[in-house]
């Protein structure tokens, strides 16, 4: 275990690696259990999650009942730092005054970057997801197929431990027997959507997400995972023996002490550190990637936000993993001679194609809900059902009016945890009752409540980019990212068509819908990077003037660069990007190892 | 009424911090961007790295505001929406006039709306207390609680006149819930027992499930 400071840092290291979330902690955990020295650099401060995380605390305990804030977005005890939609001393600037062209960038400075707090939702791109052009003539391709990257989905998985199903649908491929955990069984929300949506032949299924539902299978997944390697296979599996399955109780938001859920933190970092190959460095925020004359990187000049001052690490690889929009950044802030533009832009790329998510959500209010018996609904901190996608046919057939499709993740808080809003607004069902009167429809009313929330994938367009701001600096003087952002016709149908299927499925099993006053589809539609999916930036493809990186997110321009976050997605399936940023970040690993071993890096 | 009295803090603390407030107000977003820049909130919160893993009581982070007549009001209007009854007590008698002087006094800018809206209403609960029965409204009986309670319980079909109180009321009605869920209290009151560790998680019951007909989904 090391943590480092810029004085204490080894002066070279085979790897410098830019963040610590998914991207960086599977790059750095598979560069190190086979034996490469890392660094990684992490802008926010150290986060002991063991010590941290706020477990059993209830909203009451928290100020405002923890409700959000503008120092604390996504509520009081959400386990992020120093973050959220603004950054203090960390300013982005929105190209447009209109709302619907603003692009809202959610960050976090912390070890483990958000994924400390994500929603650990786990899917797969299916076949389908890495060839969208040739299906529908929108997008691009990847370079890569399913085939390629399933056996790092398993590895992946086995490695962070995912709960879900054993269906197999179209696009949506089942995992290897015995390699998910057993899902938890569903709520009562979840089960009336299953049987109200399945009347409407939306299929309702388990969830995948990377929360364990039994201990870690110790014995068996080492060796699969670091064959012919003992070391790591002994590493691996005594930390396997510290996580505990989940005890149902606490959101997966706040993080995990227990550490039955994936977070960078729980699951990369400390076999990582076990090794004696890894050192962090914290508080460090990268500012540029140095170069040679030859256009090679050399290593990675950063802030020492402790000081202030500027220090500088080596390394053969650099690999940029900071989230895809600062990603972005910091190769555009790389300039030289060679690269006036940044880094690896020679195709004038770096910055376009920024997707995110398409998303927006309604509920309702269900009779057959009220009055029901104590129960607990906590569970596995998250949904246990969702809805794929499921009108590839009618897509196929022209019968939609937008291309690519959504999944819906289903809310049924039940009776969870009361937090702020809870009984907010109740009066549309009662009327305005109050005194005893008001206990008792609480208590009526208390769990009957549904949401469903449509993720669906957004087809890469000119219009939707980043780009440094020609004035605006951060507090360090690195230039800041200006975005530019526009929705096509296709998400704004399919937000249209989910909001409908939302209200079918509600209307369906006899409840009230609940939703937005927004009627126009453009307004409804949630904001670009408002689902913090944002993806793409340094797109990956098989012609390096039509891409930035090439299938292993190495820079076509610089053979020792690597990006493996989202920023190399040349698409963005409606699947959420966690696991896929983790898959691919494993591969490119590996072909780094072999790169080096063989002396061609 | 018998209101417990908690202390206070001094008048000047509250004046600066009030002027802290509105200065911090006049700087902070509201989510507008400005110089299209994305700006982060600077007022007396408290801050983006916060210790969680502890427990908080009103008055920790920010000083608490509300005069001794407000917080009386505040108390008795609370009780109003939240009275005792045999599942569990009043909102007053679990510090819920706390949590909304706590909210009021938030430098956040929902919270700052938020403090107009509750002290004018409150105002507003006073001078038409007197109006109607010439006394404090703290001082008056159940009845004429209700009788004007009533008239501001539901804005959609609240007469012209009562309007903006019914608008005041709703927000008033959302507070007092949220502060009284969220103790163990209410949460016990609405039947919430989840938030402890369990070896398995069996779902719900299975004769809920039954009777739901969800036993073949």
Redesign the interface.
Known sequence: MAFVTPETARKDYDVVIVGSGAGGGQTAYTLCMEGAKVLLLEAG?NYDVA?????????????????G????HFG??D?T?????????E???????DPRQ?FM?WRSRMLGGRTNHWGRISLRNGPYDFKPHSRDGLGFDWPISYEDVAPYYDKVEMLIGVYGGDEDLENTPASPKGILHPP?????GE??I??YG?KLGVPVIAAHRAVITKPMDHVNIPPKLHPNNPRAQRILAEDMKKRAA?????PCG?GCSIRANYQSTTVHLPPAMDTGNLDILTDAMAREITQDENGKATGVTFVDKRTGRDAHVRGRIIVVAASACESVRLLLNSKSTRFANGLGNSSGLVGKYIMDTVGTSSGGQIP??EN?????????GGMHLYAPWWLYKEQLAGKLDFARGYHIEIGSP??????????????FAT??????K??ED??RY?GSFISMGGRGEMIPNEKSFCELDPK?KDKWGIPVL?FHWEWSEHEINQVAHMRQTFAEIVESMGGTVRRSPHTDPRDYIAKGGEIIHEVGGAIMGADPRKSVTNQWGQLWDVKNVFLTDGAPFPSNADKNPTLTIMALAWRAADYMLDEMKKGNL | MNTPELPRIDRRTAIKWMLTASASLAL??H?S?GE????????A????????????K?G??WPLTLTPAQRQTVAALCD????A?A??PSASAVGVHD?ID??VS?P????VSDRKLILEGIEWIEAESQRRFGIHFVNTIARQK?VL?DDI???P?AREEFKEAAKF??RF??LT???F????Q??K?????????????????PE??KR???DE?
Not at chain 1, 51 to 67: R, S
Not at chain 1, 415 to 427: I, R
């Open positions: 401060r010590k941290e995380t706020p477990m059993f605390q209830t909203n009451g305990e928290a100020p405002l009942g923890g409700t804030t503008p120092d604390k009081f005890h386990a730092v120093d973050g959220g939609w603004a950054v203090p001393g300013p982005y600037v929105s190209a447009s005054d603003r960038w938890p069984k569903p709520r009562l089960l009336m299953k049987k399945g989940c005890f149902w109780a606490t706040r057959a809900l029901l018996p104590p129960m607990n609904d906590d569970g596995a039940g009776k969870q945890m009361p937090g702020v809003n809870t009984f907010a607004g109740l009066e009327k305005g009752s109050y005194g005893r008001f206990k609480v208590r208390y605006v200006r | 902070a977003p989510i961007f299209h820049v994305a700006t982060v909130f600077d007022g919160g408290y801050g983006t790295d916060p210790l969680l893993n502890k427990s908080y009103p920790d982070f109003v929406v939240i009275p009854d599942k569990s949590f706590e909210w938030a956040y800018p929902v919270q209700t309670c319980c539901y804005e079909e009321f709703a009605r959302d819930a949220a502060g869920y969220t103790t163990p209410g949460m009151d609405v039947g919430y027992i989840g938030n402890v560790p369990l070896g398995s998680f069996d779902g719900p019951p809920v499930i739901l007909g969800l989904v």
